[in-house]
Protein backbone atom coordinates (compact mmCIF):
# COMPACT_ATOMS: atom_id res chain seq x y z
CA UNK A 1 0.00 0.00 0.00
CA UNK A 2 0.83 3.79 -0.58
CA UNK A 3 -0.84 6.67 0.98
CA UNK A 4 -0.15 9.74 -1.00
CA UNK A 5 -0.44 13.08 0.05
CA UNK A 6 -0.97 16.36 -1.84
CA UNK A 7 -0.30 20.16 -1.18
CA UNK A 8 0.05 23.78 -2.87
CA UNK A 9 -3.31 24.04 -4.01
CA UNK A 10 -5.19 27.36 -3.69
CA UNK A 11 -6.85 30.48 -5.53
CA UNK A 12 -4.62 32.17 -7.89
CA UNK A 13 -5.40 35.23 -10.23
CA UNK A 14 -5.12 34.30 -13.79
CA UNK A 15 -1.38 34.29 -14.86
CA UNK A 16 -0.40 33.23 -11.66
CA UNK A 17 1.88 30.03 -10.38
CA UNK A 18 0.88 27.78 -7.72
CA UNK A 19 3.33 24.55 -7.00
CA UNK A 20 1.88 21.27 -5.68
CA UNK A 21 3.70 18.80 -3.81
CA UNK A 22 2.64 15.13 -3.37
CA UNK A 23 4.32 12.99 -0.73
CA UNK A 24 4.44 9.37 -0.84
CA UNK A 25 4.44 7.14 2.43
CA UNK A 26 7.88 5.71 1.60
CA UNK A 27 10.13 6.27 -1.58
CA UNK A 28 8.25 4.35 -4.49
CA UNK A 29 10.47 6.53 -7.26
CA UNK A 30 12.27 3.94 -8.72
CA UNK A 31 9.52 1.65 -9.40
CA UNK A 32 6.40 3.45 -9.90
CA UNK A 33 5.36 6.07 -12.59
CA UNK A 34 4.02 9.67 -10.55
CA UNK A 35 1.44 11.24 -12.47
CA UNK A 36 -0.81 14.46 -11.26
CA UNK A 37 -4.64 14.24 -12.85
CA UNK A 38 -7.10 17.22 -12.29
CA UNK A 39 -10.64 16.37 -12.16
CA UNK A 40 -13.14 20.18 -13.18
CA UNK A 41 -16.51 19.60 -11.69
CA UNK A 42 -18.92 17.56 -13.81
CA UNK A 43 -16.10 16.46 -15.88
CA UNK A 44 -14.28 13.43 -16.24
CA UNK A 45 -10.63 13.04 -14.13
CA UNK A 46 -7.84 13.54 -16.72
CA UNK A 47 -3.77 13.25 -17.14
CA UNK A 48 -2.51 16.45 -16.77
CA UNK A 49 1.61 15.12 -16.38
CA UNK A 50 3.67 11.73 -15.56
CA UNK A 51 6.90 11.28 -14.81
CA UNK A 52 8.40 7.11 -15.09
CA UNK A 53 10.21 5.71 -12.89
CA UNK A 54 12.99 6.50 -15.82
CA UNK A 55 12.51 9.72 -15.67
CA UNK A 56 11.32 10.09 -18.84
CA UNK A 57 7.92 13.14 -18.79
CA UNK A 58 5.09 13.74 -20.29
CA UNK A 59 2.15 16.41 -20.92
CA UNK A 60 -1.21 16.87 -21.92
CA UNK A 61 -1.11 19.24 -24.79
CA UNK A 62 -2.97 21.73 -22.75
CA UNK A 63 -0.45 22.19 -20.33
CA UNK A 64 2.44 21.77 -22.18
CA UNK A 65 5.18 24.84 -21.74
CA UNK A 66 3.43 26.10 -18.91
CA UNK A 67 3.39 23.13 -16.52
CA UNK A 68 6.63 20.93 -15.11
CA UNK A 69 6.65 17.59 -12.86
CA UNK A 70 9.81 16.98 -11.35
CA UNK A 71 10.52 15.00 -8.13
CA UNK A 72 13.29 14.70 -5.34
CA UNK A 73 14.74 11.63 -4.63
CA UNK A 74 16.35 13.01 -1.28
CA UNK A 75 12.97 14.61 -0.13
CA UNK A 76 11.12 12.09 -1.22
CA UNK A 77 8.36 14.47 -3.25
CA UNK A 78 6.60 14.98 -6.81
CA UNK A 79 6.06 18.45 -7.71
CA UNK A 80 3.60 19.97 -10.15
CA UNK A 81 4.98 23.28 -11.05
CA UNK A 82 2.23 25.66 -12.54
CA UNK A 83 3.02 28.87 -14.82
CA UNK A 84 0.74 30.82 -16.09
CA UNK A 85 -2.37 29.65 -14.98
CA UNK A 86 -5.83 30.16 -16.69
CA UNK A 87 -9.51 30.15 -15.38
CA UNK A 88 -9.66 26.51 -17.40
CA UNK A 89 -6.74 25.09 -15.60
CA UNK A 90 -9.37 24.95 -12.03
CA UNK A 91 -10.12 21.33 -10.83
CA UNK A 92 -9.04 19.43 -8.15
CA UNK A 93 -5.81 17.82 -8.42
CA UNK A 94 -4.65 14.30 -7.60
CA UNK A 95 -1.36 13.18 -7.39
CA UNK A 96 -1.32 8.77 -8.96
CA UNK A 97 0.94 6.45 -8.17
CA UNK A 98 1.37 3.56 -10.62
CA UNK A 99 3.23 0.25 -10.31
CA UNK A 100 3.27 -2.23 -13.32
CA UNK A 101 3.91 -6.38 -13.06
CA UNK A 102 3.31 -8.58 -15.23
CA UNK A 103 0.11 -7.89 -17.07
CA UNK A 104 -1.29 -5.58 -14.87
CA UNK A 105 -1.20 -2.42 -12.86
CA UNK A 106 -1.84 -1.06 -9.78
CA UNK A 107 -2.88 2.68 -9.22
CA UNK A 108 -2.84 4.78 -5.93
CA UNK A 109 -4.50 8.01 -5.44
CA UNK A 110 -4.43 10.91 -2.95
CA UNK A 111 -7.37 12.95 -1.62
CA UNK A 112 -6.54 16.15 -3.96
CA UNK A 113 -6.08 19.80 -3.95
CA UNK A 114 -7.72 22.07 -5.07
CA UNK A 115 -6.79 24.78 -7.44
CA UNK A 116 -8.75 27.63 -8.33
CA UNK A 117 -7.87 29.93 -10.83
CA UNK A 118 -9.62 33.31 -11.05
CA UNK A 119 -9.51 37.43 -10.90
Known amino acids: QVQLVESGGGLVQPGGSLRLSCAPSRNIFSAYDMGWYRQAPGKQRDLVAV???????NYADSVKGRFTISRDNVKNLVYLQMNSLKPEDTADYYC?????????????WGQGTQVTVAS
Open 51 to 57: ISSGGRT
Open 96 to 108: NARHYALATSYDY
